[in-house]
C-alpha cells in the first residue's frame, strides 16, 4: 500500500504560481512512477504531469500540452515528496488536482486507469 496525501491548493489570481506537494508513505515511493491529474467542475479527469523514478538515472517526465512551459514536475526521494509547481496559471487551470502513483515506475503512462494509488485532492481555484 501506498497513502499519498497532497497539500498546496489553494486560491491564486491568474498569472499567479502555486507548489502543489503530495507526501508519500508506505511502500517504498522511491521506485514508483508518479503523476499529477486534475478533474475540473462537470469534466473527466485528465492527465497533467508524470515522473519516472530514477534507478540512478536521469528522470523522464512529461506533461498535457495545455500545461507545458508552465507547470513543473519534480520528485525528492529523499522526503518522499512529489511537487507540481505552476506558473502562470489561467483560469481553465481551475480542478481538484490528485497525485497518483504507478507500480510501473520505468515507465510514463498517461490514462488514471494506469495509476494503483491515489491522493485525496487539493483544489486549486484561479480567479480572472
Known amino acids: 500500500q501506498v497513502q499519498l496525501v497532497e497539500s498546496g491548493g489553494g486560491l491564486v489570481q491568474a498569472g499567479g504560481s502555486l507548489r502543489l506537494s503530495c507526501r508519500a508513505s508506505?511502500?517504498?515511493?522511491?521506485?514508483?512512477?508518479m503523476g499529477w491529474f486534475r478533474q475540473g467542475p462537470g469534466k473527466e479527469r485528465e492527465f497533467v504531469a508524470a515522473i519516472s523514478w530514477s534507478g540512478g538515472r536521469t528522470y523522464y517526465t512529461d506533461y498535457a500540452d495545455s500545461v507545458k512551459g508552465r507547470f513543473t514536475i519534480s520528485r525528492d526521494n529523499a522526503k518522499n515528496t512529489l511537487y507540481l509547481q505552476m506558473n502562470s496559471l489561467k483560469p481553465e487551470d481551475t480542478a481538484v488536482y490528485y497525485c497518483a502513483a504507478d507500480h510501473n515506475g520505468d515507465g510514463l503512462r498517461y490514462g488514471p486507469a494506469n495509476y494503483d494509488y491515489w491522493g485525496q485532492g487539493t483544489q486549486v481555484t484561479v480567479s480572472s
Open positions: 508506505g511502500r517504498t515511493f522511491t521506485t514508483y512512477a
